[in-house]
């Protein structure tokens, strides 16, 4: 028994695609309703690692774990899991904003109406809620039966956003959700991860230094599959502990 109460922990966790291991004994504990960054150079595993915490390798031929992944102490990857249930509890935002070509309403209220939900005030109120919680609802409220697609990349990615909120997470999964947005929106999307903070726990990929001191409590620094160091952010920028962090977060390589 962990004396805290972690929100995810990974124990021991090894990953392969094949024979290729692409994590290695991986031990991590991440708070509940707070922001955690895993930063680290081209695949060193980030991606490899947030996928395996919604279990959205699963889909990968060939891939395996060994070890542990607990969410609120429990492990998601035994038989009694389902995995679209975990993935209700655990909803994951993408590089690319990827809206489906559908009206603005109905992007928000898919994953309610998939779950079968059809009441139209249940609908109504989840989707202005979540626009709202994602600092959309003024730009799309009129908007809302025009097509998703016609909304600017920064708007698609709150979008995605608060489409993951309406089925009520409690972690949001984000990888690299900036990367394909301008600065001004990807300061839309930094002030929104500090806003959900306070309900929800967050994780994210991310290649930018500033955005993980920005966002983040704590970082997790991967290379070649390891986990080199874990800290809480300010300490990590600071004063890292192992050499090869230090040049990483100073940009002498990665
Ligand atoms: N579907 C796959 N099949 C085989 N190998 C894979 C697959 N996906 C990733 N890998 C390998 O696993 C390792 C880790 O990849 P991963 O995408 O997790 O790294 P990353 O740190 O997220 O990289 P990046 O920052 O470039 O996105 C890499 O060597 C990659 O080539």
């Known amino acids: 028994m962990s004396k805290k109460n972690y929100k995810l922990e990974a124990r021991n966790l090894n990953a392969f695609y094949g024979s290729f ?15 955690t960054a895993f930063i680290g150079p081209s695949g060193c595993g980030k991606s490899t690692f947030l996928r395996t915490l919604n279990r959205m390798n699963d889909y990968i031929d060939g891939f395996r774990i060994e ?51 059809k009441d139209k005030k249940i609908l109504t109120e989840t989707a202005e809620t979540s626009l709202r919680k994602t600092a959309l609802w003024d730009e799309v409220k009129d908007k809302l039966d025009k097509s998703a697609l016609a909304l600017s990349g920064g708007q698609q990615q709150r979008l995605c956003i608060a489409r993951a909120l309406a089925i009520s997470p409690s972690v949001i999964l984000m990888d690299e959700p900036t ?76």
Do not use: C
């Open 179 to 254: 990367s394909a947005l301008d600065p001004i929106s990807t300061a839309k999307i930094e002030e929104l991860i500090y806003e959900l903070k306070k309900d929800y726990t967050i994780v994210i990929v991310t290649h930018n230094m500033q955005q993980a001191g920005r966002v983040s409590d704590q970082t997790a620094f991967f290379y070649m599959g390891e986990l080199i160091e874990f800290s809480k952010t300010k300490t990590m920028f600071t004063s890292p502990k192992h050499e090869r962090t230090q040049n990483y977060i100073t940009g002498r390589f990665g």
């Open 67 to 117: 070890g542990d992944i607990l969410l609120d102490g429990n492990d998601i990857y035994t038989k009694e899991v389902r995995v679209d249930e975990l993935r209700k509890e655990v909803g994951m935002v993408f590089q690319k904003p990827n809206p489906f070509p559908k009206t603005v309403f109905e992007n928000v209220v898919y994953g309610l109406k998939i779950q079968g939900i």
């Open 21 to 35: 291991q692409a994590l290695k004994d991986i031990n991590i504990a991440m708070e509940e309703k707070a922001v």
